[in-house]
């Protein structure tokens, strides 16, 4: 397997990172980020290639044969790095990947593609954090006549670290907001604190919330059925499940999902400004 090259060294790189290490990828990895105390703990804990700055990483990925180069920084550092690397001068992998949610095909394209006369070719990808573990979940989506066969390598590289979904860019701002653990974490937070309130330690709060999601998730996974079958099955009429259900509708559940999706949208569409 042939080096990858990530520019950035934060949370997302650090968790892919463990997730491939996890996975038996022993693959070289370089990393650089303006603050070299991350790529120091990188590579204390990973075995990762500490590159001092930006041209001594792609000068590294250039000698390694690098087959991708990973854009793992913010949104709003997207377009200044993308004109550093062009500044730089030296050849980049012709494969890169963006992880930063927001900024479209077309702004990285503009920025460093076959217009730099390097022959770029670009694809962005949303890996969850829970890639940690192997069990994250990545979209991915490709810039116009990219290969079948570095879309496959996109594919299998983040395969690596759990399932991996194609979609249209057009949706992907919608997924971006969608399916973060953020959910699952503010979900079992909130739904601890009310059960704390209604009388329940705080350990038997959150074991009582993590069965609710996490347990039932992975019954819905297995079983096959739909989620209207299990919630015919798992709230009696008249019952207390029932009761609690419609309650929270009636408080604005739904309009509270839909209200936090539009607002993680409207942020990834203003990244795209930026």
């Excluded at 790189?13 to 990188?42: E, F, S, W």
């Excluded at 390694?64 to 709003?76: H, K, Q, T």
């Excluded at 009429?237 to 408080?251: D, F, K, L, V």
Aim: with cysteine; charged share 25%; proline share 4%.
């Amino acid at each position: 397997m042939k080096a990858v090259v990530f520019l950035g060294g934060g949370r997302i790189t650090a968790a892919l990172i463990a997730g491939l290490r996890l996975a038996g990828d022993r693959r070289p990895m370089v990393v650089h980020d303006r603050n070299p105390g991350k790529v120091r703990a990188l590579r204390r804990e990973f075995g990762v290639e500490a590159a001092r700055d930006l041209k001594s990483a792609l000068l590294r990925a250039e000698a390694l044969r690098a087959e991708m180069l990973i854009v793992a920084v913010r949104p709003g550092s997207v377009a200044e790095l993308l004109e550093e690397i062009a500044a730089c001068g030296v050849r980049t992998p012709k494969l890169c990947v963006s992880l930063a949610a927001g900024i479209p095909l077309k702004k990285l394209r503009a920025g460093l593609g076959l217009g730099t006369g390097g022959g770029v070719r670009w694809a962005r990808a949303m890996p969850s954090p829970v890639c940690r573990i192997g069990h994250g979940l990545t979209a991915v989506t490709y810039d116009r006549g990219l290969s079948l066969a570095d879309r496959g390598q996109v594919r299998e590289f983040f395969e690596l670290v759990g399932p991996v979904l194609e979609i249209p860019e057009t949706r992907f701002d919608a997924f971006s907001a969608a399916y973060s653990p953020s959910h699952g974490y503010h979900a079992l937070a909130t739904l601890g604190a009310a059960a704390e309130a209604a009388g329940l330690d705080r350990k038997t709060a959150l074991a009582a919330g993590a069965h609710a999601f996490a347990e039932a998730i992975r019954y819905w996974r297995e079983s096959g059925l739909s989620l209207a079958e299990l919630l015919h099955e798992a709230a009696t009429p008249g019952g207390i499940a029932a009761a609690t259900m419609e309650a929270m509708n009636r408080c604005g559940y739904e309009r509270a999902a839909t209200a936090g999706l539009r607002a993680g949208i409207r942020r990834a569409r203003l990244n795209a400004r930026l």
